[in-house]
């Protein structure tokens, strides 16, 4: 298996070193910067950093494109807090690119600006117990259609979704020691 992690912006790193952290045996991690590094690997995850420079650069550098066809042919893949901004339907309030992959409407800064980042439980459909979400200026998904189901909620708000073999998380399981959730991707 090999797992591309998109690396334009953002905490790329973190999620490298997450999924080399699962103890997956043959799994191999790479930084996808281009569509030709994308159609190399059988799944890709978007990290957290900043949606707006973010989608500019994707759109110019073909990477949009190549994610929204690999999405059609199937490949799962995860975005978390700018990924699930990026994958979604539609963006609130705001003209920006996105590649229009999971069915729901999402809401960035939701729970503030940057002193407002918090740490807190979070209740995941299909894991025994909490992971601690780390929320970053986080998004919410204000909306929610089928065929997008809820993957986490968090005081109310939803805070991760899964659609198919595409899945979106509001926090960042790649700043914290648990691999859950990288290890449920890579079951997908
Ligand atoms: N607020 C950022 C955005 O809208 C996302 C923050 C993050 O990825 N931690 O792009």
Request: aromatic content about 6%; overall charge negative.
């Amino acid at each position: 298996m090999r797992v591309g992690v998109i690396a334009i912006q953002g905490d790329f790193e973190k999620h490298v070193n997450a999924l080399r952290n699962c103890g997956v045996s043959g799994l191999e991690v790479i930084e996808a910067r281009t569509p030709e590094d994308l159609a190399s690997v059988d799944r890709a995850i978007i990290p957290g950093g900043e949606s707006t420079t973010v989608g500019l650069l994707m759109q110019r550098y073909g990477m949009g494109d190549a994610l929204k066809s690999a999405a059609q042919d199937g490949m799962p893949i995860w975005g978390t807090c700018m990924g699930m901004i990026l994958m979604a339907q539609t963006i609130v309030g705001r003209e920006q690119f996105s590649l229009g992959l999971l069915n729901i409407e999402v809401r960035r800064n939701a729970f503030g600006a940057q002193i407002n980042s918090f740490e807190d439980e979070v209740k995941v459909v299909g894991l025994d117990e909490p992971v601690l979400g780390v929320f970053i200026r986080a998004p919410v998904v204000s909306k929610i259609n089928e065929p997008a189901e809820v993957l986490a909620k968090y005081r109310g708000h939803v805070v991760g979704v899964r659609q198919g073999n595409l899945l979106g998380t509001s926090f960042h399981p790649e700043l914290t020691d648990d691999t859950r959730l990288h290890r449920y991707f890579l079951e997908i």
